[in-house]
């Protein structure tokens, strides 16, 4: 079946043209003979013999793995130096999680992806960490013009590395770099093998590509590239890896929900917190919201109300909520600090009895008498809940109420 481009699509949107006949079969041929590549290897010219062997052909899409690029180019850094290499090529921070001692950050880096540690990656580097080419896409189109001219053959060049996916449990290799591949295929305008319209459609090619040669590359293997072919329309276009990414007003995603709700409350960078891998027990999180909530904003100054929380007693536990009876408590106050500790967690304000420690009452007190001191001690109150609300996104907490009371320990009535 053909399929045609809808007229609606617009021209020069960088994506191209679907395949004109259904696929065949589809081989992925590891590229071996590959031997260590050093700073300023010619990579052309070591993959030249191991492509004639394989007899490359016009259509044929070497992927080729990152790392091995970045070994040419001397891309290495010291060890003690990883964690200032990854914030230099961080474009923004999206989130850092701890695991053990250890934080990762996650950022995006100058050629669009979103990656763990910026991609810098110790793995199959004996001599110190990789970073990642600066500009893949440039890397790929050299390497991709020099082969063309060795070889006489129009073929495509992807540089592909590990990554994960949202909502996806695993990792596997996508496409970095992108040279004469069709990495984005259109096919929004044709229909589905029912007949109905497809009106959204544009597929990955580029990513399946990847995806595909680490089937034969592996992580283990000692084999940097593959190539694949008799995939249709593979070559039929050149559109870079960079227009693979979501940026700027097209990414959902900017940030987690914990740090989208900090920023929300006006943290800034410095001030954010670094939650783990999972869901901290409740009690950390109920911590953490305190502190997160009390920190002070941009022109905030005195410590005009202050926010305790009060467990509930072990009894308690009978009317669907747990007491934490070696926790006498946690205090904190609004407008000190300039920073969470990371051994505070956070909370929700509202939850059901679940049975899990963290339940009872948090009691936001006034430093005064006053209307300020009163302002003061509503405006904390919601920050707690909604810095509480954000902790239980990732797992429920139990029942815990906010409550505002008199500076001598009464409760407020009004």
């Known amino acids: 079946m053909s399929i045609e481009k809808s007229s609606q699509v617009p021209p020069g949107s960088g994506l191209a043209d679907p395949p004109s006949t259904r696929p065949g079969t589809v081989q992925v041929l590891p590229v071996t003979g590959i031997p260590e590549i050093r700073h300023g290897d010619d990579l052309a010219a070591i993959l030249a013999p191991s492509l004639c062997a394989l007899e490359v052909r016009d259509g044929d899409v070497l992927c080729i793995s990152t790392k091995i690029v970045s070994k040419s180019l001397g891309l290495r850094v010291d060890p ?53 080419p600066e500009d893949p896409d440039g890397c790929a189109l050299d390497l991709r013009d020099r082969l063309v001219t060795m070889l006489g053959v129009r073929l495509g060049v992807l540089l592909t590395d590990t990554s994960s996916r949202i909502w996806r449990v695993g990792v596997g290799d996508i496409a970095l770099g992108a040279a004469g591949v069709a990495s984005l295929q259109d096919l929004r305008g044709g229909t589905d093998a029912d007949g109905r319209a497809l009106t959204v459609t544009v597929r990955n090619l580029a990513d399946e590509l990847a995806a595909a040669s680490d089937l034969v590359k592996g992580k283990a293997g000692g084999v940097p590239a593959a190539i694949v072919r008799g995939v249709p329309g593979a070559t039929t276009d050149d559109v870079p890896a960079r227009a693979l990414s979501r940026t700027g007003e097209d990414d959902w995603f900017r940030r987690p929900s914990l740090e989208s709700v900090w920023v929300a409350l006006g943290l800034t960078a410095a001030q954010e917190p670094v939650a783990r891998m999972s869901p901290e ?14 920190l002070p904003r941009k022109d905030e100054t005195g410590r005009d109300a202050t926010a305790r929380w009060v467990p509930a007693a072990p009894e308690d536990a009978s009317h669907g909520r747990a007491g934490i009876a070696s926790n006498p408590g946690t205090s904190t106050t609004a407008g000190t600090g300039t920073g969470v500790g990371t051994s505070t967690g956070t909370g929700t304000g509202t939850g059901t009895g679940t049975g899990t420690s963290g339940s009872g009452r948090i009691l936001v007190t006034p430093a005064g008498t006053g209307p300020d001191a009163w302002i003061a001690a509503g405006t904390l109150a919601e920050r707690i809940r909604t810095a509480l609300g954000a902790e239980a ?22």
């Open 80 to 132: 003690a130096e990883r964690d200032a290499a990854i914030e230099a090529a961080a474009v923004r921070t999206v989130a850092r999680r701890r695991h053990t001692r250890v934080v990762t950050s996650v950022v995006q880096i100058p050629s669009g992806p979103v990656m763990a540690a910026a991609g810098v990656d110790s793995s199959n580097a004996p001599d110190g960490p990789l970073l990642l």
């Open 281 to 294: 027990p409740a009690a950390e999180r109920i911590e953490r919201a305190l502190a997160v909530a009390a």
């Open 393 to 414: 996104l990732g797992a429920p907490l139990p029942l815990l109420t906010v409550e505002i009371v008199r500076p001598d320990g009464q409760e407020d009535s009004r």
